[in-house]
T-cell receptor, first 113, second 114 residues
Framework: DAKTTQPNSMESNEEEPVHLPCNHS???????IHWYRQLPSQGPEYVIH???SNVNNRMASLAIAEDRKSSTLILHRATLRDAAVYYC??????????????FGQGTTLQVKP | EAGVAQSPRYKIIEKRQSVAFWCNPI?????LYWYQQILGQGPKLLIQ????????DSQLPKDRFSAERLKGVDSTLKIQPAKLEDSAVYLC????????????FGPGTRLTVL
């Protein structure tokens, strides 16, 4: 399974945008880029995923580099409730695959008031 | 819609004792996952079920860990006997059919082995 590299930690101020980077230089053509986050004392929750094009949903935006070797999760206005560990995960979503998620260390995001 | 339910939320046991965790997935979800999350690390998949069959248990320490999902709905994960290094949060997740579907996680059970 392809691996990702993320900074261990980042800080942000409340109500400012946050850009969380992820490098995945060995990504294959069938790997989707998934982001999950884990709030304190909770299980992970889905944030967003994409293959090649940039994606937006109510929680965040995902910007994917043209060569797909890196991506950035964008929180447009960070709130205190966005303080969490953010995981960037590559998953081969081709048919016949089990869909298991392989988590790395993630990025711990601190949001300051 | 109710989320993934897990119990107990916390458990403290002595080493060499046995312990069991229970998970009830979201209604209608065919696929169920058990993950182990050691403090400071990301979750690691232990076992994946599709209905009541095992899809992947390659990371399950089978000499002491066992899991079942007899009726294809709720599941039990057991550790017998427990070791100090089993101290972790045990997370259950489910999704509709595995594959490309989003996984929904429960709150986890925090196990402390003394």
């Amino acid at each position: 399974d392809a691996k990702t590299t993320q900074p261990n930690s980042m800080e942000s101020n409340e109500e400012e945008p946050v850009h969380l980077p992820c490098n995945h230089s060995t990504i294959s053509g069938t790997d989707y880029i998934h982001w999950y986050r884990q709030l304190p004392s909770q299980g992970p929750e889905y944030v967003i995923h994409g293959l090649t094009s940039n994606v937006n949903n109510r929680m965040a935006s995902l910007a994917i580099a043209e060569d797909r070797k890196s991506s950035t999760l964008i929180l447009h206005r960070a709130t205190l409730r966005d303080a969490a560990v953010y995981y960037c995960i590559l998953r081969d979503d081709g048919s016949g695959n089990t869909g298991k998620l392989i988590f790395g260390q993630g990025t711990t995001l601190q949001v300051k008031p | 819609e109710a989320g993934v339910a897990q119990s107990p939320r916390y458990k403290i046991i002595e080493k060499r004792q046995s312990v069991a965790f229970w998970c009830n997935p979201i209604s209608g979800h065919a696929t169920l996952y058990w993950y182990q999350q050691i403090l400071g690390q990301g979750p690691k998949l232990l076992i994946q079920f599709q209905n009541n069959g095992v899809v992947d248990d390659s990371q399950l320490p089978k000499d002491r860990f066992s899991a079942e999902r007899l009726k294809g709905v709720d599941s039990t994960l057991k550790i017998q006997p427990a070791k100090l290094e089993d101290s972790a949060v045990y997370l259950c997740a489910s999704n509709l059919q595995g594959g490309t579907d989003t996984q929904y996680f429960g709150p986890g059970t925090r196990l402390t082995v003394l």
